[in-house]
């Protein structure tokens, strides 16, 4: 079965500082990677993906993540973090379980931002 | 107006009370999902939706109930409340050919005492 980790539980950066946020998945195959992020009092919202191909992928409001497969790993970065990025942000697989496709989803890491 | 909208935001209930939680979605799409969040647990999936006669058990489905009124409504239920099912519930919708990007509505924060 799939799983997903994030070792970190709560990050603090300054404003304008650089971000990267880590995750490790288990999955037997090719994996399709996400990353979601929960502002506060809203629900989860898509910031990027990796289905295949180039292994560095663009998401939105300036977000990038890198897909490693030698490390398992699929970090995500900001290189200049705003107080409007402080929410909590997920990592998340997708495969198909044998009856349906399926998202698991890590336990999250909230971001700080100071000013 | 929201895509993906649930009532109530926040609900107060007792314990052995039957509350029923609403989902409803703009985005036409075919799934329907209902997760339940909890600090340093992440999301876990109970119940998902490929239509409305298609209706499937997720990992944590013990204690609720669904059900499919039309394509575009999906609810969730607890029969009898208990303390443990105190957390924040979300809905979320995908279209059939891209069953990993979800989107998700506010969430139902519920608290059973």
């Known amino acids: 079965a799939q799983s997903v980790t994030q070792p970190d539980i709560h990050i603090t950066v300054s404003e304008g500082a650089s971000l990267e946020l880590r995750c490790n998945y288990s999955y037997g195959a090719t994996p399709y990677l996400f990353w979601y992020v929960q502002s506060p009092g809203q629900g989860l919202q898509l910031l990027l993906k990796y289905f295949s191909g180039d292994t560095l992928v663009q998401g939105i409001k300036g977000f990038e993540a890198e897909f490693k497969r030698s490390q398992s790993s699929f970090n995500l970065r900001k290189p200049s973090v705003h107080w409007s990025d402080a929410a909590e942000y997920f990592c998340?697989?997708?495969?198909?379980?044998?009856?349906?496709?399926?998202?698991?989803f890590g336990t999250g890491t909230r971001l700080q931002v100071t000013l | 107006d929201a895509d993906v909208t649930q009532t109530p935001r926040n609900r107060i209930t007792k314990t052995g009370k039957r509350i029923m939680l609403e989902c409803s979605q703009t985005k036409g799409h075919d799934r329907m999902y209902w997760y339940r969040q909890d600090p340093g647990l992440g999301l876990r999936l109970i119940y998902y939706?490929?239509?409305?006669?298609?209706?499937n058990k997720g990992e944590i489905s013990d204690g609720y109930s669904v059900s499919r009124q039309a394509q575009a409504k999906f609810s969730l239920s607890l029969e009898s409340a208990i303390p443990n099912q105190t957390a924040l519930y979300f809905c979320?919708?995908?279209?059939?050919?891209?069953?990993?990007?979800?989107?998700f509505g506010p969430g139902t924060r519920l608290t059973v005492t």
């Open positions: 998340a697989v997708g495969a198909y379980t044998g009856t349906a496709s399926k998202l698991t």
């Open positions: 979320a919708t995908s279209d059939w050919d891209r069953p990993y990007e979800q989107y």
């Open positions: 939706s490929f239509d409305v006669k298609d209706i």
